[in-house]
């Protein structure tokens, strides 16, 4: 198995629920390990408070889910979108009380959690989600809740998996989290030997984390125009555009009204903005 493959099952599907699921009942998991992964349980093993609230998104299989019950943790939730699988689980830790599996969508969950476990999720999305992503985590962390996991540090020529560099991460995740640790991975398996960068990540709960749709934006220059009236503003830490165009990250040190961000982006009246809730 090439543990670092994703699907062989049309990878220009959307990937949805019904692309996801296929995976699961064609058995194209090539991402799949079979146990956990040695960074993950090193990670583990270092937490102390075995009651806290954890989530693991984007689930799969869930060895680390298996391996936290074993350790004695009791507060586990597995989230995935893929109902084949998710049936699977369900059965599998019925019985387990420490573990709560549940159908839906990352983006749609509600709930407050001490640590987010990373996992193969993030390269499983399209790159367009990863602000959507970064808002997401910081509003299901609790305050000074923690990121953990392992990140792809190098480039796929298609995906998923989708990669990227450290480079990249850190201003994805600039102002939003505390950076406590990103490293190049040196415990990974063979397959992804030096091709991994373990991160753990604070959240900030001094700043606000805003999530924008915006519309008028078609190019490279349209987005770059937009960030560099946004960084002009005082109150901004970090301002991200989506790779489609569509959706802008905003950390700030207060909210700002949507009327102001308007007037400063688009002065001359051809981009337009409103504030997405998810």
């Not at 699907?7 to 629920?17: F, N, Y």
């Not at 074993?70 to 998710?86: C, W, Y």
């Not at 790159?127 to 910081?138: D, E, N, T």
Request: glycine residues 6%.
């Amino acid at each position: 198995m090439n543990n670092t493959s994703c699907c062989t099952v049309a990878c220009e599907q959307p990937l949805d629920q019904k692309y996801w699921d296929a995976q699961y009942q064609a058995n194209t998991t090539g991402w799949d390990l079979g146990q956990i992964s040695p960074p993950m349980r090193a990670y583990i093993d270092r937490i102390q408070n075995k009651n806290s609230a954890i989530l693991i998104p984007g689930c799969g299989n869930t060895y680390e889910a298996a391996y936290l019950s074993e350790q004695g943790f009791t507060n586990i939730t597995v989230l995935d979108i893929a109902p084949s699988l998710v049936k699977i689980l369900q059965e599998k830790f019925m019985t387990n009380t420490n573990i709560q599996v549940l159908l839906g969508d990352f983006f749609a969950h509600q709930g407050l959690y001490d640590i987010i476990l990373e996992q193969t999720f993030l390269c499983a999305l399209p790159p367009s989600l990863r602000q959507k992503y970064v808002y997401k985590m910081h509003d299901l962390l609790t305050p000074n809740g923690i990121l953990a996991g392992v990140l792809f540090n190098r480039s796929f020529a298609v995906g998923p998996p989708f990669g990227g560099s450290q480079a990249e991460y850190e201003m994805l995740f600039k102002g939003a989290f505390r950076t406590l640790k990103a490293i190049p991975e040196l415990e990974s398996v063979a397959p992804r030997s030096q091709s991994e960068l373990a991160i753990e990540l604070q959240k900030n709960s001094a700043v606000s984390v805003s999530l924008y749709t915006l519309e008028g934006v078609s190019c490279i220059d349209c987005k770059n125009e937009i960030l560099k009236k946004l960084q002009a503003l005082d109150t901004i830490q970090n301002a991200s555009i989506s790779t489609d165009f569509k959706t802008l990250l905003l950390v700030t040190e207060q909210q700002i009204a949507v009327a102001q961000l308007q007037k400063t982006i688009a002065s001359s009246g051809q981009y337009s903005i409103s504030k997405i809730t998810l």
